[in-house]
Nanobody, 123 residues
């Protein structure tokens, strides 16, 4: 059973930066896509970013392009979300997500979830 454990959330002022980490265990991840969703209060969960484990290609929601960067460490089985130029509208609970056999053309459909880590951006 794949398990995802996140860390790194917190409170930051607008314009600041945070880095989230997610360590995966319990699987072989060569075919996986791993990434992030977020859910703001009163809103639906939305896609943020995903990285294709095999070749490290990344994909982002338009709302975070140019500000957020997703990367991975093969040795540590860890995916990161570096968030720069944060805005109050980035406030949400951020969830690490993973999908076995990720095919970019079909979109990122998570099969596994982390517990979520809150990010609050003050204005």
């Amino acid at each position: 059973q794949v398990q995802l454990v996140e860390s790194g959330g917190g409170l930051v002022q607008a314009g600041g930066s945070l880095r989230l980490s997610c360590t995966a265990s319990g699987g072989t991840f060569s075919t996986y896509g791993m990434g992030w969703f977020r859910q703001a209060p009163g809103k639906e969960r939305e896609f943020v970013s995903v990285i294709k484990w095999s070749d490290a290609r990344t994909y982002y929601a338009d709302s975070v392009k140019g500000r957020f960067t997703t990367s991975r460490d093969n040795i540590k089985n860890t995916v990161y979300l570096q968030m720069n130029s944060l805005k109050p509208e980035d406030t949400a609970v951020y969830y690490c997500a993973a999908q076995n056999v990720f095919i970019p053309a079909l979109g990122f459909k998570s099969e596994y979830w982390g517990q979520g880590t809150p990010v609050t951006v003050s204005s």
